[in-house]
Nanobody, 124 residues
């Protein structure tokens, strides 16, 4: 059974950093594309970062390039999202996702397994 458990969210001031974790069970994540998405109230779910099993290639939307970094620890069967220089617009529920395929377009409609999410709030 595929399970994804996110952690690491919280309240942070603008300009601060957070590192989100997603621990996977029921499958070996190094063989599959993993992703982070986020959804703010009243907004559509949007891609934050994806990491492919193919040479660990990564994708970020242009608006987030340079502030967010996705990484993977195969020994811990976990994927991470390092978020720096956070702004209030980053406030959202952040989800980890997979579709158990080695390459998946970084779009929410292409992922079928999701964690429960971890809340990130950026506010002074």
């Amino acid at each position: 059974q595929v399970q994804l458990v996110e952690s690491g969210g919280g309240l942070v001031q603008p300009g601060g950093s957070l590192r989100l974790s997603c621990v996977a069970s029921g499958f070996t994540l190094k063989y599959y594309t993993m992703a982070w998405f986020r959804q703010a109230p009243g907004e559509e779910r949007e891609a934050v970062a994806c990491i492919s099993s193919v040479e660990g290639s990564t994708y970020y939307p242009d608006s987030l390039t340079g502030r967010f970094t996705i990484s993977r620890d195969n020994d811990k069967n976990a994927v991470y999202l390092q978020m720096n220089n956070l702004i209030p617009e980053d406030t959202a529920l952040y989800y980890c996702a997979t579709d158990l395929r080695d390459w998946v377009p970084c779009r929410s409609q292409d992922f079928r397994s999701w964690g429960q999410g971890t809340q990130v709030t950026v506010s002074s």
